[in-house]
């Protein structure tokens, strides 16, 4: 039997999830390879990175596109279980869940119609070169990296969100030590500012920093307080980073104040992580040759 494609698993991994209960992904791998009776042989081929196994990445984009459509949730990385849609769809009992299936739930048509803009800014795959099939491929992986990774950063607490944007201001080459860091921000909760941290390791300035896990977007009036929070500490320089987004009044308000005031939204944060190997590990590299002409001259 071959191994069976991401959408023939999105059915059987839903009924796998319809007992409610949370799992890993490790026990939906186990279950499903013994639902498909597939082969030790099968079980271990491997993508051709050789990093990991075909069967357990179709079983990961099978989770991960029912998430996007909203049958699915992950409260923890490598763990996930089902939503009340996903148990909806199981009373419809259809005979198959596939993408044309999902494309009956709004999220998920946002999320293809996200994908769809970002592959038509490049160039036709019918013109494609391979190393541009490689970009795009790469990075509607580190898309959907930064999906995941910022509905991580979401479900844990303000505490860890706190230390999170320590580590990544110290990974950018802020804060000299992880140390003077940590302590500049727990020595400073007052007046509307979390955190304070050096601009460089020698400390000839600093910058203030707040950090907001919210939902909702930060408007305009969260902004000012935190400009007027920097006034009166006779700063020039701020940071404010949020998961969630910035209204376009409050961008157009840092643009004309003296104050220098950098936001982070939700998807700028999961991509500085990313870029600084904050939460993330490197799962697979693929090293593209080019002839060495030097080699074939002055023979």
């Not at 991401?6 to 796998?16: G, V």
């Not at 909203?70 to 993408?99: A, C, H, T, W």
């Not at 739930?105 to 994908?115: G, T, Y």
């Amino acid at each position: 039997m071959a191994i069976p494609d991401y959408q023939s698993i999105m059915l059987p991994l839903l009924k796998f999830a319809g007992d409610q209960k949370e799992h890993s992904m490790r026990e939906a791998v186990e279950a499903l390879a013994a639902e498909f009776k597939l082969s030790d042989e099968e079980r271990k081929e491997l993508l051709p990175s050789g990093q990991q196994a075909v069967f357990d990445n179709r079983v990961g984009w099978a989770r991960t596109y029912m998430k996007k459509a909203g049958l699915l949730e992950s409260q923890r990385r490598g763990y996930f279980q089902i939503m009340e849609r996903g148990l909806d769809v199981l009373k419809e009992n259809p005979s198959e869940i596939n993408v044309k299936y999902l494309e009956q739930f709004p999220e998920f048509i946002e999320f293809r119609n996200l994908r769809k803009e970002k592959e038509e800014e490049k160039i036709e795959d019918t013109k494609a070169t391979p190393e541009e099939t490689i970009e795009s491929a790469y990075l509607q992986l580190r898309d959907e990296l930064a999906s995941e990774l910022l509905e991580h950063v979401k479900n844990m607490s303000p505490s860890f969100f706190e230390r999170l944007v320590v580590d990544l201001l110290v990974k950018m080459g802020y804060g000299g030590t992880r140390k003077d860091a940590g302590e500049a921000f727990q020595k400073s909760r007052d007046e509307g500012i979390d955190g304070i941290i050096r601009e460089d390791r020698l400390g000839l300035d600093v910058i203030y920093v707040q950090a907001k896990r919210w939902e909702n977007p930060v408007g305009r009036p969260e902004i000012q307080k935190f400009a007027g929070a920097l006034q009166g500490q006779r700063a020039k320089k701020g940071i404010f980073i949020t998961t969630s987004q910035f209204s376009k009044d409050a961008e157009e308000f840092v643009k004309k104040i003296d104050s220098k005031i950098v936001l982070i939204d939700g998807e700028s944060l999961a991509r500085f992580m990313i870029d600084h190997n904050i939460g993330v590990s490197p799962s697979s590299a693929y090293e593209i040759k080019r002839i060495d002409m030097d080699y074939f001259t002055g023979n």
